[in-house]
């Protein structure tokens, strides 16, 4: 078991470009080693590639250091409030289309989403071309959720605001179900099983219950009855 865990660890790293100077490395020494035991290759040669390894290792070192310091510092910086609203809950994340690509179960849920589906529909067709379950939960247009999401936010006497956003979102989800025809971020974090652990679990049955709250898009909203 521990033996297949590593296997994947080292695919998944090959597969992301993690850590590639250290499997590098490794494979580097174990030639250098096998071909001085066969007294293949001579002292010079074995040497100088054993420098070359060297300065491929001090190289990710210093590469990983930069990493955790920068990490530290945005740590820091965030402990002391240096980092503002607006970066920490930014409207745009690249990496969730990255997050879709491949996926075969797919749920989301949201106010409106209208930003996050506007930018990530071109994906969830590839997704739904490829038969991925794709789950979209948002609030309610017809009932009173988009009188209390505005009372929540800014424009507490504007709930015409979510009508339209919801709207748009439903118009870009018609269309996807409709023909898988292409179209073109709220705040988002993801979760994933094999990382999350209970978090991911959490978040998996709570939106579940909203899925099963909830009432199917129907011919009010646009959909086919």
Same mark, same amino acid.
């Given at each position: 078991?521990?033996?297949?865990?590593?296997?994947?660890?080292?695919?998944?790293?090959?597969? /992301?470009?993690?850590?590639?100077?250290?499997y590098?490395?490794?494979?580097? /020494?174990?030639?250098?080693?096998?071909?001085?035991a066969?007294?293949?290759?001579?002292? #010079?040669?074995?040497?100088?590639?054993?420098? +070359?390894?060297?300065?491929?290792? +001090?190289?990710?070192?210093?590469?990983?250091? *930069? $990493?955790?310091?920068?990490?530290?510092?945005?740590?820091?910086? *965030? +402990?002391? @409030?240096?980092?503002?609203?607006?970066?920490?809950?930014?409207?745009? #994340?690249?990496e969730?289309?990255? $997050?879709?690509?491949?996926?075969?179960?797919?749920?989301?849920?949201?106010?409106?989403? =209208?930003?996050?589906?506007r930018? /990530?529909?071109?994906?969830?067709?590839? *997704?739904?071309?490829? %038969?991925?379950?794709?789950?979209?939960?948002?609030?309610?247009?017809? %009932?009173?959720?988009?009188?209390?999401?505005?009372?929540?936010?800014?424009?507490? &006497?504007?709930?015409?605001? !979510? $009508?339209?956003?919801?709207?748009?979102?439903?118009?870009?989800?018609?269309?996807?179900?409709?023909? &898988? /025809?292409? =179209?073109s @971020?709220?705040?988002?974090?993801?979760?994933?099983?094999?990382?999350? @652990?209970?978090? !991911? $679990?959490?978040?998996? =049955?709570?939106?579940?219950?909203?899925?099963?709250?909830?009432?199917?898009?129907? +011919?009010?909203? %646009?959909?086919?009855g």
């Amino acid at each position: 078991m521990a033996r297949i865990r590593f296997l994947r660890r080292v695919r998944d790293d090959l597969s /992301s470009g993690e850590n590639l100077e250290i499997y590098v490395t490794a494979l580097l /020494s174990l030639t250098l080693a096998a071909l001085g035991a066969l007294d293949v290759a001579g002292g #010079k040669v074995l040497a100088a590639a054993t420098l +070359a390894t060297l300065a491929l290792l +001090a190289g990710g070192l210093l590469g990983s250091r *930069r $990493q955790v310091a920068e990490l530290a510092a945005e740590v820091r910086a *965030r +402990a002391a @409030g240096g980092i503002s609203a607006e970066d920490f809950f930014s409207g745009d #994340k690249p990496e969730l289309v990255q $997050q879709i690509r491949g996926a075969r179960d797919i749920s989301i849920v949201g106010v409106t989403l =209208a930003r996050t589906l506007r930018n /990530s529909i071109d994906e969830l067709e590839c *997704r739904a071309v490829a %038969g991925s379950v794709i789950r979209i939960a948002l609030i309610d247009p017809a %009932g009173t959720a988009p009188a209390e999401a505005a009372r929540r936010s800014t424009v507490p &006497h504007r709930p015409e605001v !979510y $009508q339209n956003r919801l709207r748009t979102s439903i118009d870009l989800l018609r269309e996807l179900f409709d023909s &898988h /025809s292409s =179209a073109s @971020g709220d705040a988002v974090f993801t979760l994933r099983a094999d990382r999350d @652990g209970h978090w !991911y $679990q959490h978040f998996q =049955a709570e939106f579940d219950r909203v899925w099963e709250y909830g009432r199917p898009a129907d +011919a009010s909203d %646009g959909f086919p009855g």
